[in-house]
Antibody
Framework: QVQLQESGPGLVKPSETLSLTCTVSGDSMSSYYWSWIRQPPGKGLEWIGYIYYDGSTHYNPSLKSRVTMSLDTSKNQFSLRLSPVTAADTAVYYC????????????????WGEGTTVTVSS | DIQMTQSPSSLSAFVGDRVTITCRARQSISSYLNWYQQKPGKAPKLLIYAASSLQSGVPSRFSGSGSGTDFTLTISSLQPEDFATYYC?????????FGLGTKVEIK
């Protein structure tokens, strides 16, 4: 059974860099997209972007200038960097597997990490 | 970006009630519509994908319908464990976008 686990600092100073890693266990990273999603306190879900197993990326235009995603298939990990951060980046950050139904182009996020809270504050 | 509008934003219902949540896309998204359930302090959980396909392990009281711009999530008989917030999400194009959520509370 596939499991995802986010890790990284829970507190980041304004203007600095938020760095998170998602570790994938129970399956290979091949042939899937891997997404990052965030949720500010008391608010809804915002898709940050995804990275494909070949390293290609697609970011939300609202964050594109500040986001970098990468992956290390040898470690079964993918990462998010967001810089520079402000208080508006305070949120729970989730990683998720983005998969298609076999034989279709219907994408959906079927496995999620438990989320990690990141607070931006000095 | 494709804006997703959910209604209502919240509802109160009794155990056993039939509950319907609607989601409207600003443009046609065919059947590229997913539904998630989120409980407080937990990650979202996939319920329905491709508008009407039930994710493995999800109880059959959950169902989805619709195509184009209008979609519904129906819970045929609300159970205590169903009290949560429900989100629709389109996967027709990037950026993926979510509705603002519908909170289902106990009456």
């Amino acid at each position: 059974q596939v499991q995802l686990q986010e890790s990284g600092p829970g507190l980041v100073k304004p203007s600095e860099t938020l760095s998170l890693t998602c570790t994938v266990s129970g399956d290979s990273m091949s042939s899937y997209y891997w997404s990052w999603i965030r949720q500010p306190p008391g608010k809804g879900l915002e898709w940050i972007g995804y990275i494909y197993y070949d390293g290609s990326t697609h970011y939300n235009p609202s964050l594109k200038s500040r986001v970098t995603m990468s992956l290390d298939t040898s470690k079964n990990q993918f990462s998010l960097r967001l810089s520079p951060v402000t208080a508006a980046d305070t949120a729970v950050y989730y990683c998720a597997r983005d998969i298609t139904a076999e034989g279709s182009y219907y994408y959906y996020m079927d496995v999620w990490g438990e989320g990690t809270t990141v607070t931006v504050s000095s | 970006d494709i804006q997703m509008t959910q209604s209502p934003s919240s509802l109160s219902a009794f155990v056993g009630d039939r509950v319907t949540i609607t989601c409207r896309a600003r443009q046609s998204i065919s059947s590229y519509l997913n539904w998630y359930q989120q409980k407080p302090g937990k990650a979202p959980k996939l319920l329905i994908y491709a508008a009407s396909s039930l994710q493995s392990g999800v109880p059959s009281r959950f169902s989805g319908s619709g195509s184009g711009t209008d979609f519904t999530l129906t819970i045929s008989s609300l159970q205590p464990e169903d009290f949560a917030t429900y989100y629709c999400q389109q996967s027709y194009s990037t950026p993926r976008t979510f509705g603002l959520g519908t909170k289902v509370e106990i009456k």
